[in-house]
């Protein structure tokens, strides 16, 4: 029961806690607390470069806690364009008595490659910078989710090639530049490998293929899966050159293909057209895809052109 001589908080009539049912910050629980969420403060003096770190800092860097952390080796931690850029936000946000933020890569004492966030300020006294201090984190997970996410955006998931979407891409650039040359592939027999021994089969079968197919495609060259047994090859190269390539492409996926001591044998028909300068994509794609059906008609395992005009 509050007496009279209790104080009481005008705002709301009513008397504080007493002190020790008031809520108390214990720095070692807070570290605890960091280190779990996989990240620590820290701080380094100036212009000693004295650094002083909570648990979670080592941790991210994999070196024993308690250690004194030596600036120059943590430096080396750092892969060598992040360490570039962090050394200059540094030197600036100093220059600047200001702060920063950056995403770096680190590969840690144990060698394990990292992603960690620093953010940065700086402390002035008198108008000069004495410390510079923050908190890191390590964010590996989003950082590879992003870069996955990134990655499916323009491969195929299945073979590791080019998807549609990246070849699509490349056919508006060859047929605005004109010259290049667009390769339309399509197995055959694979039908017959999906039928017999399941998807699973099959699937060993397309990643077998799409890695024959950038195996021998030359460099520049987008080698794409479009979908189910379709792929596509688009070059610079001159078309005497991708007719070559095209016998070669049949040979080599015409050889056995082995998993898991089974031996599959598929082929390949390929339909090939020139980019006419300024030529609509859509075109483009219909010319080899007429080559493509061509080829079919003329037996399989084979390649044909699209004729001029």
Not at 171 to 178: N, V
Request: proline letters at 5%; charged letters at 30%.
């Amino acid at each position: 029961m509050r007496t009279s001589s209790d104080p009481v908080d005008a705002r709301s009539g009513t008397a504080p806690p007493p002190e020790t049912d008031r809520p108390r910050h214990d720095p070692a629980v807070l570290d605890a607390a960091f280190a779990a969420a996989r990240m620590g403060v820290w701080e380094c003096s100036l212009p000693d470069e004295v650094l002083t770190w909570t648990d979670g800092v080592f941790d991210l860097f994999d070196i024993p806690r308690g250690t004194t952390p030596d600036r120059a080796l943590i430096l080396d931690c750092y892969e060598p364009d992040t360490r570039l850029r962090l050394t200059d936000l540094r030197a600036e946000a100093i220059r600047t008595l200001s702060g920063f933020e950056l995403d770096a890569r680190v590969v840690t004492a144990l060698g394990t490659r990292r992603w960690i966030r620093i953010t940065a300020s700086v402390e002035a006294r008198d108008g000069v910078a004495f410390r510079i201090f923050g908190v890191k984190r390590d964010i590996t997970t989003e950082r590879d989710l992003l870069e996955r996410t990134l990655y499916l955006a323009t491969h195929d998931e299945l073979t590791g090639l080019k998807n549609r979407t990246a070849f699509n891409r490349a056919m508006e650039d060859a047929a605005f530049a004109g010259g290049a040359t667009l390769m339309l592939l399509d197995l055959d027999g694979f039908k017959g490998v999906n039928d017999r021994f399941g998807h699973s089969a099959g699937d060993d079968v397309l990643r077998a293929v799409a890695t024959r197919l950038a195996s021998v495609s030359p460099g520049g060259s987008v080698v794409a899966r479009l979908g189910g047994d379709e792929f596509a090859v688009v070059s610079d190269r001159p078309s005497a050159e991708v007719e070559r390539l095209a016998t070669t492409i049949v040979e080599i996926v015409g050889d056995p293909i082995v998993v898991e001591a089974r031996e599959f044998l598929v082929g390949v028909s390929i339909g090939i057209a020139t980019a006419r300068k300024g030529e609509h994509p859509t075109d483009l794609y219909r010319r080899a895809d007429a080559a493509l059906y061509r080829a079919k008609h003329d037996g399989r395992n084979t390649h044909r052109v699209c004729e001029a005009g």
